[in-house]
């Protein structure tokens, strides 16, 4: 049962107040009445339904593989609170498949002793006929999520040449056939040939200039020409350990004869067990609703059922409920007593805005949320098919977000917290309102906000199709034809444009990376993700914080010193002027232990001359063209943006001239190249003068 207030605006403020003043008051009585009437009917309907859930998460097999159980769920035949998001399964004809990010692998076998996962990737591995496919569709490196997974000492690095020159004959010498294996594929009726060279050996096979590469993990063995490598490599797979699972958890369920199952609105592990008696002990969490406007029963969970102990356990148990629900109830009349007292001074921000509901997700007053459009949960989980995992954009350590359609035919990205806690809610405050007061055409837009009151904190963003710079240089959107070089011009000056807008409004980003930079499908960029920016006050040029960022793009400054200023973003965005004109990682462990870092292996090769051996060898950087020009201007501005002290390194502003300068007036529009500050004033920045005009922009 459940009782709806909505004010009507009937002229009278003191019928209003009136009835605000006492709704109140009914609801807690109707609430309590209902949650004690209740009580029983929901016992009983949860007793089937768990029943059903205990039952739906037995293990599975799948060809070879049996008794297949948490965190792996299978896609195919369970529901998905029988694992872990990250580890579904896809039963096919005896085969498993799994998705990594974004990448899909066979599953070669599983030790869920040990939590270790041999693996192979589905578009090199044929399952059915045993073939190794050495020249796949894209030229994409193996990529696992080190938030859940981590390769095991088993493993070594190898890389996969494409398109490469002549090997010199030196190389061929009896000396040096260990390091590589030289094979071949068929592409369209064209022989494709293939070097295999340990990650460690990569850097003397430069003289090469070949124009793509894999990078695959395999089995540590040592290469040997024409000894069947690639076949050995590939077909065997390589490990990984998993973990970060809630492991103690379920071990512990196990332990007492459970199954584990997983609760994605609390990112927990659930633990389902059932007596051999048929009895079951029960765990009930009580839940005082926001604002007192409810008091229900938010879960329900089947305790670990102790054999020996069952009937003295329950005892307690219930000893433990009853002074629960007496506690609760001497806590709710004070603070209802307190509430009532002070209830005319609630209500009088309510008569202001008689058109709010007093359902929990409306309730929230529009300054709350920067005055931004709210939404309420139940209107996103349509939008997003339920959050289905097809609609899946990407994930990081704290949210996931999901493509969605809007009634009113808006395309949206959702952005999911994983779970609430103070600093989540301090971020997701953080993010709204940084994209509240911004506006700019190289920023991504905010189309509104979850009330904070709302079943789970969401944000919503405009559309961004085209995926990420880190898609199109080293993801799923990386093609043997790379990204042109002008249309990489482009990103760098639209995101220092951006960058500049930023530090003028007082804000700094604090986590340029390229997965944070979007594109639409014109390639014309979209900066997102604000949960680590910082709203600078307007008279400091630094803040004392502790250090966030991404590995490969934190300032190192900032990592030591824990003072942040506007010159860590011109550091970050140097590392992503490395990224263009490399297409290399910012941080890739298969790289040699001095080379993991791109940053620290640019600034070596910046000073010993040599950043030709890292450039992107589809790129014009042989000839004196003007793209070899523009590549060496970007090189330039990188190194200077890339200095460990920040006072050595130049603004936003600077930056962003420097790039127009590099790129050329007369190939770029104006909007492109113009710097918005936070007043309205685009300046249009030229090699010779720079010239103002007016701009409408709501900030």
Same mark, same amino acid.
């Given at each position: ?9 009937? +002229? ?52 070879? *593989?049996?008794? @297949? ?5 299978? %896609? ?19 085969? /498993? ?48 999520? *080190? ?27 009896? !000396? ?7 094979? !071949?594929?068929?592409? =369209?009726?064209? @022989? ?41 490599? /590939?077909?065997?797979? *390589? ?6 699972? +809630?492991? #103690? ?66 005892? *307690? ?70 959050? !289905? ?6 994930? +990081? ?5 999901? %493509? +969605? ?15 609430? &806690? ?51 240089? $080293? ?27 930023? $530090? ?30 910082? @709203? ?42 490395? =990224? ?42 042989? !000839? ?29 502003? #600077? ?42 922009? &709501?900030?």
């Amino acid at each position: 049962m459940q009782l709806n207030f909505r004010l009507q605006d009937t +002229g009278s403020n003191y019928t209003k107040v009136n009835m605000n003043k006492y709704s109140s008051q009914i609801s807690l009585t109707f609430y309590f009445i209902n949650t004690f009437l209740l009580f029983p009917l929901l016992l009983s309907q949860f007793y089937g339904t768990a029943d059903e859930m205990y039952t739906s998460c037995e293990p599975f097999n799948c060809g070879n *593989f049996v008794n @297949i159980t948490y965190p792996f769920w299978n %896609y195919n035949t369970q529901p998905s609170y029988c694992g872990h998001p990250k580890f579904m399964l896809d039963c096919q004809d005896g085969s /498993l498949t799994m998705e990594i990010k974004y990448q899909k692998f066979h599953i070669l076998r599983i030790d869920q002793a040990s939590q270790i996962l041999r693996i192979a990737r589905e578009d090199i591995w044929d399952f059915i006929s045993g073939d190794i496919e050495l020249c796949p569709k894209h030229y994409t490196n193996v990529d696992i999520d *080190f938030h859940f997974f981590n390769y095991t000492s088993n493993n070594k690095m190898y890389i996969m040449l494409y398109e490469c020159g002549p090997l010199p004959d030196s190389y061929y010498s009896p !000396s040096n056939q260990d390091n590589f294996e030289v094979t !071949s594929c068929d592409i =369209e009726g064209k @022989i494709q040939i293939i070097y295999i060279v340990s990650s460690a050996k990569l850097t003397d096979f430069s003289v090469m200039k070949c124009k793509n590469s894999i990078t695959v993990p395999g089995k540590t063995n040592s290469l040997k020409n024409n000894s069947g490598v690639a076949k050995s490599v /590939l077909d065997d797979g *390589f490990e990984v350990r998993w973990n970060g699972v +809630g492991d #103690d958890t379920c071990h512990n369920c196990i332990k007492h004869g459970g199954r584990c199952g997983y609760k994605r609105a609390e990112n927990a592990v659930m633990c389902l067990s059932k007596d051999p008696k048929g009895k079951w002990n029960w765990k009930m969490k009580l839940t005082a609703g926001n604002k007192f406007n409810s008091l229900y029963i938010s879960s329900f969970s089947r305790c670990t059922s102790y054999t020996q102990y069952n009937y003295l356990y329950f005892l *307690f148990f219930m000893k433990g409920v009853i002074s629960s629900v007496l506690a609760t109830l001497v806590i709710l009349a004070s603070i209802y007593i307190y509430r009532r007292r002070s209830n005319n001074s609630h209500v009088e921000s309510y008569i202001q805005s008689p058109s709010i509901s007093l359902q929990p997700s409306k309730r929230i007053s529009k300054s709350k949320n920067f005055g931004v459009e709210h939404f309420v949960f139940e209107d996103l989980d349509v939008a997003t098919e339920y959050f !289905s995992i097809d609609n899946r954009l990407g994930d +990081g350590g704290s949210a996931e977000v999901f %493509y +969605g359609k809007l009634l009113d035919g808006r395309q949206v990205a959702v952005k999911r917290l994983f779970e609430y &806690s103070i600093n989540k809610e301090k971020q997701f405050l953080n993010e709204v309102e940084i994209l509240a007061r911004v506006v700019h055409p190289n920023l991504v837009l905010l189309y509104g906000c979850t009330s904070l009151i709302s079943r789970e904190a969401m944000i919503v963003y405009e559309y961004v199709s085209n995926g990420s710079l880190y898609d199109h240089l $080293h993801g799923n959107k990386a093609t043997s034809e790379k990204l042109p070089w002008n249309i990489r011009m482009r990103i760098a000056v639209e995101t220092a444009d951006a960058l500049n807008y930023l $530090h003028a409004s007082n804000i700094v980003h604090r986590d340029i990376k390229s997965s944070n930079i979007l594109l639409n499908a014109e390639c014309h960029v979209k900066v997102a993700d604000f949960g680590l920016s910082r @709203i600078f006050p307007i008279d400091k040029s630094r803040v004392l914080t502790t250090p966030k960022g991404t590995s490969g793009y934190l300032d190192p400054e900032y990592n030591k010193t824990q003072e942040l200023t506007y010159k860590s973003d011109v550091f970050s965005f140097g590392v992503v002027l490395i =990224e263009l004109i490399t297409c290399l990682r910012a941080y890739d462990i298969s790289r040699k232990k001095e080379d993991v870092v791109l940053y620290e292996m640019a600034m070596n090769k910046f000073q010993n001359q040599t950043l030709t051996d890292i450039m992107d060898h589809t790129l014009d950087f042989n !000839s004196d063209s003007k793209e070899n020009q523009m590549i060496n201007g970007v090189a330039e501005l990188a190194f200077r943006c890339l200095q460990i002290s920040s006072h050595m390194r130049p603004t936003m502003e #600077d930056v962003l001239q420097n790039l127009v300068n590099i790129q050329g007036v007369n190939e770029i529009q104006p909007e492109a190249a113009s710097s918005s500050n936070p007043d309205g004033e685009i300046k249009l920045v030229n090699n010779a003068s720079s010239s103002t005009k007016q701009k409408n922009a &709501s900030v």
